[in-house]
């Protein structure tokens, strides 16, 4: 039998996402079928249901809703569902459940409960014979291949890139802004400035991650990276909601990573920046916006997310590597998590 060195699956899976964006290109026409159904459907809002990894892509696709296809979107909460036992009216409502397992009790349960409630529900999965695509009307197969590190990597970004060209087809769009992707992807994963970030927190025992706008999911998903594979005590918070209160316990024990990338929200996160740097925190910043100093290609904002995490990823990798640990294998956590 092969002797597992850490981290080897978590690696391999991080180097194998350009291949699988160009898989995912290279189906657009069967999402943009999907697309095209929902758009004749004409749904009043669209509603959003994940755990985890997948609560983020959810979160990005609400940015995407809204600001692409200008209808109101919200995250929901499955255990209204399946604790609380609410039945609201969601007639005429599109309601997406984003799982890669789609195996998790919970998310199925609250999409049969809103399909038989008139939602028109969609199953964004990386698993075609998942209980959740059997749940629901639509479906989208993310196609990233197994992932056998329980931290998500490419199952993550391959969600993000499907969801971008689920909304983009809805609006009747090709996925422009995602058109050598692929290539994109690999000029990102060959970015320097990794291994300095990886010295400069391998003692940290907080960090804090923060962004604005698409990328406050990028950040979201880096702090739970860090957390699950280096045990950091890691958070999340939009760069503007950090200055609301959280800004007050930085100092300089504590290390920062800001997403800033080209677009309306890298540029809202300077003043932030400022303000995080005088409090005496360790910064470091990620993305395509100039000065970052771990650079990244730029792209249009609304795909920035979709190659942004991949240095992160990186970076939990090494992070973890650095503090003795296997990324692979993070204690007490499985690559399915079943709740109710």
């Given amino acids: 039998m092969t002797e597992h060195r850490p981290g080897e699956s978590m690696r391999a899976e991080i180097d194998q996402q350009p291949a699988v964006f160009a898989g995912v290109m290279a189906r657009r026409g069967d999402v943009a079928k999907v697309g095209a159904l929902i758009a004749a459907r004409q749904p009043r809002f669209a509603l959003f249901a994940a755990r985890g990894s997948s609560d983020h892509a959810a979160l990005y696709a609400k940015y995407l809703t809204e600001v692409l296809l200008k209808l ?6 499955p255990s209204t569902t399946t604790l609380y036992r609410a039945e609201p009216n969601l007639t005429d409502v599109l309601y997406v459940t984003v799982s890669q397992s789609g195996g998790s009790p919970d998310l199925v349960e609250a999409t049969l409960a809103a399909r038989a409630r008139g939602a028109l529900t969609v199953a964004v999965t990386n698993t075609a014979d998942s209980p959740l695509n059997e749940a629901a009307e639509l479906s989208v197969d993310i196609g990233a291949g197994p992932e056998l590190a329980v931290a998500a990597t490419k199952t993550y970004s391959a969600t993000l890139l499907s969801l971008y060209l689920l909304v983009d087809a809805i609006r009747g769009q090709d996925g422009a802004a995602a058109h050598g992707i692929d290539e994109t992807a690999a000029r990102a994963l060959a970015a320097e400035g990794v291994e300095a970030a990886v010295a400069r927190m391998r003692f940290a025992d907080w960090v804090v991650c923060t962004g604005r706008g698409f990328s406050s999911a990028t950040a979201a998903e880096a702090a739970l990276k860090l957390a699950e594979t280096s045990y950091l005590s890691a958070r999340a ?7 609301h209160g959280p800004i007050a ?23 932030v920046i400022d303000h995080v740097r005088r409090s005496g925190a360790d910064v470091t910043t990620v993305g395509s916006a100039f000065g970052s100093e771990i650079a990244l290609p730029r792209t249009a904002e609304e795909v920035a997310p979709i190659i942004e995490i991949l240095l992160l990823q ?9 503090r003795g640990r296997d990324p692979d294998h993070p204690r007490g956590l499985s690559k399915i998590t079943k709740t109710r």
């Fill in 237 to 243: 918070y939009s760069g503007a909601d950090l200055l």
């Fill in 72 to 77: 109101p979107a919200g995250l929901v909460s």
């Fill in 314 to 322: 990186r970076l939990a990798l090494e992070l973890s590597l650095a």
């Fill in 249 to 271: 316990a930085l100092d300089s024990e504590t290390s920062v990573l800001a997403i800033t990338s080209v677009g309306a929200g890298g540029d809202a996160m300077a003043a």
